[in-house]
């Protein structure tokens, strides 16, 4: 158990200081990593709880999906599992978290229950578990507070321009629906993480002035909300997403960035309890 608000939670069981955007795609070539990986031969056909009948998935489980469908959602199960096992180790590992206010505490909490609620939404579309369980990240990424949010928000980011190459390539308006529903959320996510630097004890660094995300320019915290719209990032093939990926889920890839290697984090999955009925996943139509 890691959140107090969620006594009920229980597992399922298993089916550097600044970052750059060249840091993350400078590892390998974006058709030659999606092949030698394998992430892209999961499944013919997307199917959403089939043996487990359920009303709200009816226009998934029914519907014709195309290997671009089953490429991006593939994709979110990945990316998914690693936001949750990375806001795992925050709430866990980090000193620092337990000296920022509650509200704040709260955000990351909350946050790590809505991940989990995308993994099992991208991961029961395909009907495929995420084929990574084990991540890696900078050094001082449980222990440095500045760390922490530039690789947070660096994810945020790369999580966004993917789900957006969703809304973009997905075959159908349900889906895309979807992939902006959940684009929504990361945006959420990554404003608040940006709002948390202030609240930093000074033991702890803080407060943090600037934050370094996925572009790798170091940007003022004030405004939190300093996005006009999303950034895409220039994404335009999910590929290019899990490329940016490579480092956390892959060791010799985070050797080469620089990540530490001796601490893996291990993805655990739970069943999430998200903080209003009113907030939860009803159907793919967005009813």
Not at 45 to 53: E, G, K, S, V, Y
Not at 189 to 204: C, K
Not at 252 to 278: E, M, N, W
Request: net charge negative; proline share 6%; with cysteine.
């Amino acid at each position: 158990m890691i959140d107090s608000e969620n006594k009920n939670e229980m597992p399922l069981e298993a089916h550097s200081q600044g970052l750059s955007r060249r840091s993350f795609f400078e590892h390998a070539s974006l058709a030659s990593t999606a092949t030698a990986l394998g992430l892209f031969g999961l499944a013919g056909t997307i199917r959403a709880f089939a043996d487990q009948p359920s009303p709200g998935h009816d226009a998934i489980k029914d519907a014709s999906a195309t290997s671009g469908d089953v490429d991006i959602l593939s994709g979110a199960a990945i990316a998914e599992a690693l936001a949750v096992t990375t806001y795992t180790g925050i709430v866990s590992d980090s000193g620092w978290f337990t000296r920022i206010p509650d509200d704040d505490q709260g955000y990351f909490y909350a946050a790590r229950q809505e991940e989990m609620s995308h993994y099992l939404l991208a991961s029961s579309a395909t009907g495929k578990a995420s084929p990574f369980t084990t991540f890696y990240y900078p050094k001082g990424m449980f222990s440095s507070a500045q760390v922490t949010l530039n690789t947070l928000v660096s994810l945020e980011d790369a999580f966004i321009a993917a789900y957006l190459v969703g809304v973009r390539y997905f075959s159908n308006a349900d889906l895309r629906v979807t992939a902006a529903r959940i684009m929504g959320i990361e945006s959420d996510h990554r404003t608040l993480a940006r709002a948390v630097s202030g609240d930093i004890a000074p033991q702890d660094g803080g407060p943090i002035a600037k934050i370094t995300g996925l572009q790798g320019v170091p940007e003022n915290v004030h405004p939190p909300n300093n996005n006009g719209y999303e950034r895409t990032l220039c994404l335009t093939n999910i590929s290019q997403a899990v490329t940016a990926l490579l480092p956390f889920v892959d060791k010799a890839h985070a050797q080469s960035a620089g990540f530490d290697t001796t601490k893996p984090h291990t993805f655990a999955p739970f069943t999430p309890h998200l903080a209003t009925p009113l907030g939860e996943f009803i159907s793919f139509t967005g009813c």
